[in-house]
Nanobody, 115 residues
Framework: QVHLVESGGGLVQTGGSLRLSCAAS????????VAWYRQAPGKEREWVAS???????NYAGSAEGRFSISRDYRKNTVYLQMNSLKPEDTAVYYC?????????WGQGTQVTVSS
């Protein structure tokens, strides 16, 4: 059973930075795609960024140039470095890992950006 735990969220001012972590059970972050999503109050969950086993990364337009996704094989962890944060980045952030055509989600971590 895949288990994902997000951390690193918090309250930050506009223009600030946060680094989110997604810790996975077992050595699986290097061999399966991992993505970050976010969900703001009253809105649908939206994709933010992805990292693939070969190292390819993709970003949503809202994240391009400000966010960076990466992974640490030894720690079985995927990160989302978020810079130049804006109030519209306020949301619960979730990581998702796909293994054998099954999506596994973490419980989420709250990010709040004050204006």
């Amino acid at each position: 059973q895949v288990h994902l735990v997000e951390s690193g969220g918090g309250l930050v001012q506009t223009g600030g930075s946060l680094r989110l972590s997604c810790a996975a059970s077992g050595r699986i972050v290097g061999v399966n795609p991992v993505a970050w999503y976010r969900q703001a109050p009253g809105k649908e969950r939206e994709w933010v960024a992805s990292i693939y086993p070969g190292g390819t990364v993709n970003y949503a337009g809202s994240a391009e140039g400000r966010f960076s996704i990466s992974r640490d094989y030894r720690k079985n962890t995927v990160y989302l470095q978020m810079n130049s944060l804006k109030p519209e980045d306020t949301a619960v952030y979730y990581c998702k890992l796909v293994q054998s055509a099954t999506d596994y989600w973490g419980q989420g971590t709250q990010v709040t950006v004050s204006s």
